[in-house]
């Protein structure tokens, strides 16, 4: 049988409708540039660009070094699942079970993990908009369908529980809700997720409740963990977390989820026959990133604090652009709304997909275009990178933009 034999019967369906993360293309897109030579700032990915802590990598070495290398339980080990369950005691007074955890490869691979136990065909999940990218394709991924509903700049990108209750049918199974928002960086104040929960309690709605930024706030804005909101809230919630973004250790892939103990039966036995078990040596190294001392995520929470004032108010004072300050993450929206229908640099700007383009290929600098969120005439910044590369930047824009 020849190759083209072979090609002609159809494919998954299912993976033939799945669209490439945006940000993860920009972020390829942006890293082969620079490795061509070229001089591009890079605001596309969010990771931050500080080196992990030695303690953390003293543990991931001494995990190779004792021969810690072999498969672990599938959702981890019990250690690692009780350190989970003690930090979110500390932080959150939050109380679940080492069985009520699933340790997955990274964040993203919880979130898969989540809706895979709880979606069937045909499922509808509610997805806020702007919201990051990978919840759209994962919901269609499990079969499920998005019902996205958009929240507006003028709503500080926050849904309402009216605007929740409205997009409900009998056919809805979940809310993904992400708190700090990744691509918005706007944080739900504790009334606003009571308004949702109470909707969704109602409803018997499950929750995705994302706080992989939970660590990321500023301006002393407080942050309400969703499942804190009661014990029903609790019974209906999959919080995903993990260490990615609060200790700096993107690569080395830890994420978990923690849920009811059938919901994370189901999510063991899934994870059993998929990844087996997350690496071994991460583990170690997860442990002591939340069993350790603490502080250097204040001292990275801080350097994101000062570099979000500085990138917004910069932002602000360039004519034809300007975005909202947000209160976590380490992203910032920037409205591209006054440029559409002018001509910049010879391209016509009709979306945030323009702009992004142009402004790669002739301001070199890299940023996420909105539709990918959800928010076509929008371009996310992540300004996960050095003050130094925040103002050369924000010099490139201005200069990009000057005369328009
Ligand atoms: N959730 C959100 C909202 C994110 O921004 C990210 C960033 N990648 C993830 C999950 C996934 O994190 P991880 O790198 O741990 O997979
Ligand atoms: N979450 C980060 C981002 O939004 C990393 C890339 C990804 O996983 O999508 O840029």
Redesign the pocket.
């Known amino acids: 049988m020849t190759v083209e034999e072979i090609t002609v019967k159809e494919l998954s369906r299912i993976a033939e409708a799945v669209q490439a993360s945006t940000t993860m293309a920009i972020d390829t897109l942006f890293k082969q540039m620079k490795a061509e030579g070229m001089d591009v700032i890079g605001f596309g990915a969010?990771e931050p660009d500080f080196n992990t802590p030695d303690a953390i990598k003293a543990a991931g070495i001494a995990a190779i070094e004792h021969n810690d290398t072999r498969y672990t339980p599938a959702t981890g080990t019990l250690e690692l699942r009780q350190a989970v369950c003690d930090r979110l005691q500390m932080d959150f007074g939050l109380t679940y079970a080492p069985n009520q955890v699933a340790v997955t490869n990274?964040?993203?691979?919880a979130?898969y993990a989540a809706l895979r136990a709880l979606i069937n065909p045909g499922d509808e999940v509610i997805l806020p908009a702007p919201f990051?990218v990978?919840y759209l394709e994962l919901i269609k991924i499990m079969g499920g369908v998005p019902v996205v509903v958009s929240a507006s700049e003028g709503e500080d990108f926050k849904i309402s529980a009216e605007k929740l209750e409205a997009a409900i049918t009998s056919k809805t199974k979940a809310l993904i809700l992400?708190n700090p928002s990744?691509p918005t960086g706007m944080v739900y104040t504790r009334e606003e997720l009571q308004a949702l929960a109470k909707v969704c309690v109602k409803h018997e709605i499950y929750v995705v409740a994302?706080e992989?930024?939970c660590n990321l706030l500023y301006d002393g804005a407080s942050f309400t963990s969703f499942p804190t909101l009661g014990e029903d809230v609790k019974d209906l919630t999959l919080l995903?977390n993990?260490v990615?973004?609060s200790y700096a250790m993107?690569g080395w892939?830890?994420?978990y989820v923690c849920t009811g103990a059938h919901i994370a039966k189901l999510i063991a036995n899934y994870l059993s026959h998929s990844t087996g078990s997350p690496s071994a040596i991460t583990q170690k190294a997860a442990l002591a990133a939340l069993t350790g001392p603490q502080d250097e995520v204040e001292t990275m929470r801080q350097a994101f604090e000062a570099r979000r004032d500085y990138i917004v108010k910069r932002m602000n004072q360039i004519p034809g652009v300007s975005c909202l300050k947000p209160q976590g993450a380490f992203y910032v929206m920037m409205n591209l709304e006054k440029l559409l229908g002018k001509t910049v640099h010879s391209v016509e700007i009709h979306s945030g997909d323009d702009f992004a383009k142009v402004f790669l290929e002739q301001g070199l600098v890299a940023v996420v275009p909105g539709a990918g969120f959800g928010a076509p005439n929008f371009v996310r910044w992540s300004y996960a990178t050095s003050m130094e590369n925040i103002t050369a930047g924000l010099d490139r824009l201005g200069r990009f933009l000057e005369g328009i």
């Not at 990274?106 to 691979?109: C, I, S």
């Open positions: 969010g990274g964040a993203k691979h979130v990051w990978s992400n990744n994302d992989i930024y995903i993990g990615s973004k993107t892939r830890m994420g």
